[in-house]
């Protein structure tokens, strides 16, 4: 069993999993990832010219697991002391909900949901953002972060799940405790007054994902494949008589 966190392995492994099935492999970058300036039919600007930078991000799926909610109130605490905006990327079942919250909170004019991306387009979503928020209430592993880290955007994520065994605090991210909205306001208003700091943490998070790339990761997968799959026949002999010969070595 492929398993993308030593986390996820561990639990496995405590509710009965035999611990030799499980294999870690973690979460890779596809190739859209892979040229610095993208796919060239997609170099335009995908951010509306409407919303002016620092820009907060969040791209994902609108679910409450997400804690989009816990950003939009970690905003709120934020409008009196930046002009950034916040940008929310993705669709799904709370987005009317959030943008109610949003109202509610007075932040609706400066936060800006742009609903569903394809992902092709993801790289030049990052690369118009300043922060990368994962507020996750739950996150065995944001692929998204792999996608930041890699385009060299300054992430805040929760520190729950996997998401430890990839962000290393104040190292290569910065992590905060889910369902605290002041503590990720903190860390999102120092990453974006500190450009030391987040030129720091991106040029450690660039380096720490340089090897998650899937043309390099599927050797580990089938490292994993070839463990567990019977060795082929010898050229000459069918698979019954392999299977005999193996009977008759047992008894």
Request: negative net charge.
């Amino acid at each position: 069993m492929l398993v993308p966190t030593e986390g996820l392995r561990d639990a496995l492994a405590g509710d009965g999993v035999a611990a030799e099935r499980l294999h870690v492999v973690p979460s890779g970058i596809g190739a859209e990832f892979l040229a610095e300036l993208g796919t060239p039919e997609l170099d335009e600007p995908v951010m509306p010219e409407r919303i002016p930078a620092p820009r907060i991000g969040y791209v994902g799926r609108l679910a409450e697991r997400k804690g989009v909610d816990v950003l939009l109130r970690a905003f709120a605490t934020l409008q009196d002391s930046t002009d950034a905006h916040l940008v929310v990327v993705g669709d799904g079942p709370e987005r009317a909900k959030l943008q109610r919250l949003a109202a509610r909170l007075g932040i609706g004019e400066r936060t800006h949901f742009l609903g569903f991306v394809p992902h092709d387009y993801v790289p030049r979503v990052l690369r118009e953002l300043n922060v990368l928020a994962l507020p996750s209430r739950h996150e065995e592993v944001g692929s998204v972060l792999l996608e930041a880290m890699h385009s060299r955007v300054p992430i805040v994520a929760s520190r729950t799940g996997g998401v430890p065994e990839l962000v290393e605090h104040r190292r290569s991210g910065l992590l905060v405790s889910p369902e605290n909205p002041r503590e990720l306001a903190a860390a999102l208003r120092e990453l974006l007054e500190s450009r030391a700091l987040a030129r720091a943490v991106t040029v450690a998070a660039r380096r720490r994902v340089n090897d998650r790339t899937w043309d390099r990761l599927v050797h580990r997968v089938m490292e994993v494949y070839e463990g567990v799959l019977p060795a082929p026949a010898p050229e000459g002999e069918t698979e019954s008589e392999v299977a005999a010969e193996s009977a008759a070595d047992v008894r």
